[in-house]
């Protein structure tokens, strides 16, 4: 079978880390089609542990599921910043904690059709109060809760934020929950 041949790529649309862009592709049967992408870049999730087991939740309004969402801290990995960089740096400015060990837990694409991003998510662990400041849009409540509720509460859709829900489940497809 022939392989898959990039053409062009063309930015549409960007408004601030976003952009919309048009791959087009010559397939393997020899026709031309045109791909929407969703440029959003990298981005991070932290199971961060308090303490041996309750590890820290940040509630959030979202506006596209217009209501409050349960989520580990996280965000974007700026231009050029090591995601680990990254990780440390949104737990500081979501949770207050930096975090003296950081483990990678595992690596996703939350949309491989039609999204670039990538999702790393780590396990933090010897949190000392660290704080930055929230960017500006970010309103948050913060709970500790023990691990064992953090699953209750994915396996029960009361978690349903696509990297707190895989770095959960990770680690507790990796570690028997107390």
Known sequence: MAPWTPGQSVVRYRRGTLALREDTWQLPDGSERTYPVLVVGPAV????FADDDRVVLVRQYRHLQRGPSWELPG??????????AAAQRELREEAGFRAAHLEFLTRFHPA??????????????GLTAD????????????????????????????????????????????????
């Open 112 to 125: 491989n059709a039609y999204l670039d991003e990538v999702g790393h998510c780590y396990v933090a662990r």
């Open 45 to 48: 999730a932290i199971l961060a």
């Open 75 to 84: 965000g974007g990995v700026q231009p050029g910043e090591d995601p680990a």
């Open 131 to 178: 704080p930055l400041p929230a960017d500006d849009d970010e309103f948050f409540e913060r709970a500790l809760v023990p691990f064992g509720e953090a699953l209750r509460m994915v396996l029960a859709d009361e978690i349903t934020e696509s990297y707190s829900k895989v770095a959960i489940l990770q680690h507790a497809a990796r570690t028997p929950v107390r």
